[in-house]
């Protein structure tokens, strides 16, 4: 396996997704001799899982079982360790896409923070592209970098441990993109400008409180910025559900063969337009929105670096 | 000038451009002598070969594009201004030029940063308004005046972007955010095999193959004669990258599924580049679309092929009696062995294209047409190897609502989810900033998934209910709920 190559079977040394249900999965470093505690039981890893193909099911010892599945940075967003806040999918999403990322890109990011991002971008330019990515935080700078090596993908980037605002990317003229999760964005964006290609790259900050996107659009103008863009997404998640609702009695009519209304006498009539399985229900399938949802990530801010 | 160290840095001729003014994008083939309009201007796109990509143009009398260079701004002294509009009567007098004065300094190609500056002086109201409605009036009045075009590279942004605001109707009103949830969700990237599945044009096609890189393969299923792939040429992806794309008829997966294919009977002669034109939305109302450039080409070299014949077969005729019919004969057979070649390569490709799908291990589905989905769904999976991503695109809930329903009872995939995405664009302005007016109403729905080994069953009983028997019974009730 690996986070940008698709592999068949679990091996030693692989980082696995254990699911055990809706919403319920957690990562598993397999290991020969390994064993990882359930809520079904026990899963040995010698047995249960080395050897064993991807998106196989493992019965635990208790009679449960879990599917073992491949790791991706999507998958591995929703159970990363949390050091900080984390960028969700749905930006990770936009972010990718708005910044043109593909096979060979150079990616600048700063901060790392628990690596959320750096995984995703990862997986987009492989396997001839790389991430520089400056974290001022030394133990989350170190923890990052032994998350790269232990998913085998150190080779497609360097973390640095600095302060962006201080000191930069470390790099020059050699960013496609730049990708700013940082406090005050706005005194990053000189060193973001010469991070980018002479001849242009784009250019996204991401942040919660509309203030710093004021003065981070301020500074992206002043530093010749074009295409200043701002704009925010949201997740909508529907369950689906088959509902019944009941049919209300408005009563009968005085007259015995009166057929008006929607009465549950007709069933017949009725029984067309809604599935109707007993007296005095209407059934139907319905995508039913979450009680709540997520309202507010950040702002996203992205532009583009040209020679003009 | 020196030599561009990268391909794809500079315009050439031939290219998929696209020319951006604000917010309006439009793509067009780059041809010498060639005229093109664009937001109510005509223009050739001549001077423009040669420059980067990102270079912004004015249009100069007689259609030529000239490169704009960044002119300073006017410095900001601090202008006269008012405090609030009370005393502003709206009465359509204040401004003393008339259309004609205004056409007249434009025919004397005046440049529209003066007419800007001409069209303030002689407003009665300009210094009554506050600065931020002065700031307005100018913005509103450069973006008529003064016609930048900046010719950009063409991208899955810029692409999506386009026909979303141009022709959402031949992408089935997929919304560019949607579309970037698909990429990732479907964790598309270099090396994959994917089987997709959409009639978007070749827009979605082209958004997995930039992703892709030229690394790993696609596999394209196409309803009817042949894959619509107007879109995917627009981003000017370099000949090698088509060496790893297939497709696939839909009308023979029935059979590759059942095991029965054959590749005697192929579809009708498919219509790769030359796009299908579909029911046009009025937006388009242009003349020279990418899609007009090139069925004009083909058309040509239509022209082209039958003059030919048509020389040869005066040259035939002057020779003699049998040297003609020979040589005529010859030309038939010419024609019939070209085509039969043709035919034998295709079926060669069809063959071998079935032969990947027969693999079953497809790294990904994706799924995004005007089709309903639950079928499409049901029969592609089969191609995939577990533990794979999918995502299915649709216009309408209703019909992923059934797509879910019927993918539970079918069993081999968990976490299924379905959702749409919410864009929202900001207007970022000192003491100004506030969400834009309008926003997108819907960009579609998502239903995404990943699959499972689908256990063997040795009974007729569906798999949920193998499970059933599998499991001790003090669990059932609740792994069930659980494992759903």
Known sequence: MSFVEYGDTIKDGDTAIVFLGHESMFPVKVQHGSKTQTKYGVIRHSTDLIGKRYGSKVTCSKGGWVFILHPTPELWTMNLPHRTQILYSTDISLITMMLELKPGSIVCESGTGSGSLSHAIIRTVAPTGHLYTVEFHQQRAEKAKEEFQEHKVEHLVTVKNQDVCKNGFGVSDVADAVFLDIPSPWEAIGHAKSALKIEGGRICSFSPCIEQVQRTCLAMEEHGFTEINTLEILLRVYNVRTISLQIPDLGKAAKDNSSTGFDSSNQSNQGSLYGILQQGTAQFKSGVPLKEMVGHTGYLTFATKSLF | MEESAKPGLRIREGDCAVLKRDEVFKAVLVLRRRKVIFEKQWFYLDNAIGHIYGTTFEVSSGGSLQPKKKMEETTTETKEAG?????????????????????????????????????????????????????????????????????????????????????????????????????????????????????????????????????????????????????????????????????????????????????????????????????????????????????????????????????????????????????????????????????????????????????????????????????????????????????????????????????????????????????????????????????????????????????KVQSDASSLEAQKIEEPTSKKRKLQELHC
């Open chain 2, 83 to 455: 405090t609030d509009n009370r005393n502003i009567v709206d009465d359509g007098k204040s401004q003393k030029l008339t259309h004609d004065d205004i056409k007249a300094l434009k025919d004397k190609g005046i440049k529209g940063q003066e007419i800007v500056q001409q069209l303030i002086e002689n407003s009665t109201t300009f210094r009554g308004k506050t600065e931020f409605a002065q700031d307005k009036y100018i913005k509103k009045k450069k973006k008529k005046y003064e016609a930048v075009i900046t010719i950009v590279k063409p991208s899955t942004r810029i692409l999506s972007t386009m026909y979303y605001a141009r022709e959402p109707g031949k992408i089935n009103h997929l919304r560019y955010d949607t579309l970037a949830q698909m990429l990732t969700l479907g964790n598309i990237r270099a090396g994959n095999k994917m089987i997709v599945m959409e009639t978007c044009a070749g827009l979605v096609l082209g958004a997995i193959m930039e992703r892709m890189g030229g690394y790993g393969s696609v596999i394209q299923m196409y309803p009817g004669g042949g894959p619509v792939r107007a879109a995917t040429s627009c981003f000017g992806f370099p000949e090698s990258f088509f060496n790893t794309l297939y497709e696939f008829p839909l009308s023979k997966v029935d059979s590759l599924v059942s095991g029965t294919f054959s590749s005697e009977t192929l579809p009708s002669e498919p219509e790769y580049n030359v796009p299908v034109e579909e029911e046009s939305n009025g937006s388009v109302d242009e003349k020279q679309t990418l899609i007009q450039e090139t069925e004009e080409e083909s058309s040509t070299e239509a022209v082209m092929e039958s003059n030919e014949t048509e020389e040869q077969e005066t040259m035939d005729l002057a020779a003699e009696d049998t040297e003609y019919k020979e040589s005529k004969e010859k030309g038939n057979k010419e024609n019939i062995r070209e085509k039969q070649r043709k035919q034998q390569e295709r079926r060669r490709k069809l063959v071998e294209t079935a032969a990947l799908l027969e693999e079953k291990n497809a790294d990904g589905l994706i799924v995004a047409s005007r089709f309903h989905p639950t079928p499409l769904l049901l029969s592609l999976l089969e191609f995939v190897a577990p533990s794979r991503p999918f995502v299915v695109y649709c216009q309408y809930k209703e019909p992923l609502l059934e797509c879910y329903t019927k993918l539970r009872e079918k069993g081999g995939v968990i976490n299924l989810k379905l959702s749409e995405t919410w864009l929202r664009n900001y207007q970022v302005l000192p003491d100004r900033s506030h969400p834009k007016l309008m926003m997108s109403g819907g960009g579609g729905y998502l239903l995404s998934g990943i699959t499972v080994t689908v256990e």
